[in-house]
């Protein structure tokens, strides 16, 4: 057998050593049989892919099983049957498919969302005793993923509906404690304090709701706790009395109060599309020393009106206004700088 020449690069003539090129090394692979059947392989799961990528969904459902029947123990056929599952139109059959990953597959990335997936299957056909283990499960094995923490976050509401308020605040305290900055935090937290609510336990809905505006004052779930406490003073309101047409106390008309010229800082208690609300608490405030202003202005045509208290001369005068607000109220007020 002749010897193999150099390549001619300058590497080889400095060292005077053979190079094979890259080429070479292809050709010599491929009359080996090496990488040949992963080419093979890639091809088949990629064309599937390509239908799924498509849209092609029937053509990808073949696709996929056709590889999968190729090589059931290929490198890519936990991707396949993940795939599979997110299209296959029986839900048994996406089933068997997560299944498989968390049997054979227990440590694929993709393993936390299968887990989560079957847990998932358990809720929608209505077996909640498994759906309840599956997604104890899931955070269990994979707190540290998405799939993880929204487990938890499904057995705290699980346990708000089934009324099982001591399991759920349990799910709820470890759901802060480990995901303190997850905006699922408030939804639980309104979850609850609507349960208590609908229990007529105000003291804990109301502690609840407060939570959520000391902890949580740029959430969604705020809007609807300063909404849920302000419509919660009813009973601390006067009885109607004589004074008005059919015995009842007048309301006082909704107005913007007239421009005060020596003061820009407002303290907004909260933007609400209920005006029952800002009549409830335009009395209550007022009778208890506050300047009441409603503005619509910008939010109008949206049906939201905000109740601001004010106007106050400079931002500490609004600050202390805030702390006598939360001392006495019980509510958070944002202030705001109206020029």
Request: include cysteine; glycine fraction near 10%; proline fraction near 5%.
């Amino acid at each position: 057998m002749g010897k193999i020449r150099g390549c001619g690069c300058g590497r080889c003539r400095r060292r005077a050593v053979t190079c094979i090129s890259a080429a070479a090394v292809a050709l010599s692979l491929s009359a080996s049989g090496v990488g040949t059947a992963f080419a093979s392989e890639r091809g088949d799961y990629d064309q599937a892919w390509q239908f799924f990528q498509q849209g092609r969904y029937t053509e990808a459902i073949g696709g996929f099983k056709s590889y999968l029947s190729k090589y059931p123990k290929g490198s890519l056929a936990a991707e396949a049957r993940f795939t599979l599952a997110r299209i296959e139109p029986s839900g048994n059959n996406a089933f068997v498919h997560y299944q498989f990953i968390l049997d054979n597959h227990p440590g694929h990335p993709l393993a936390s969302q299968a887990s989560y997936a079957t847990a998932q299957y358990y809720q929608n056909i209505g077996a909640m005793a498994e759906a309840k283990a599956r997604y104890l499960s899931t955070y269990s094995r994979f707190g540290q993923t998405a799939a993880g923490s929204e487990s938890l976050y499904r057995l705290a509401l699980l346990s708000v509906q089934a009324d099982s308020l001591d399991a759920a605040e349990a799910y709820a305290k470890t759901f802060s404690e480990q995901y303190p900055a997850n905006p699922r935090n408030p939804a639980i937290a309104a979850a609850l304090a609507d349960r208590y609510r609908s229990r007529g336990d105000t003291a804990r809905s109301g502690a609840g709701w407060r939570a959520i505006l000391a902890s949580y004052p740029t959430s969604f779930e705020a809007g609807s706790a300063r909404e849920r406490l302000l419509a919660s003073v009813d009973d601390d309101l006067p009885e109607p009395g004589p004074g008005g047409p059919g015995g009842q106390v007048p309301v006082p008309e909704l107005r913007p109060a007239a421009p005060d010229r020596t003061g820009r800082f407002f303290l907004q208690v909260g933007a609400y599309g209920d005006r029952s609300v800002l009549d409830r608490w335009t009395t209550r405030l007022s009778g208890r020393g506050y300047q009441t202003v409603i503005d619509s202005s910008d939010l109008k045509t949206r049906g939201i009106w905000r109740l601001r208290l004010g106007p106050y001369r400079t931002r500490d005068e609004s600050a202390e206004a805030a702390k006598k607000l939360k001392a006495g109220e019980g509510l958070e007020g944002m202030i705001v700088e109206v020029r």
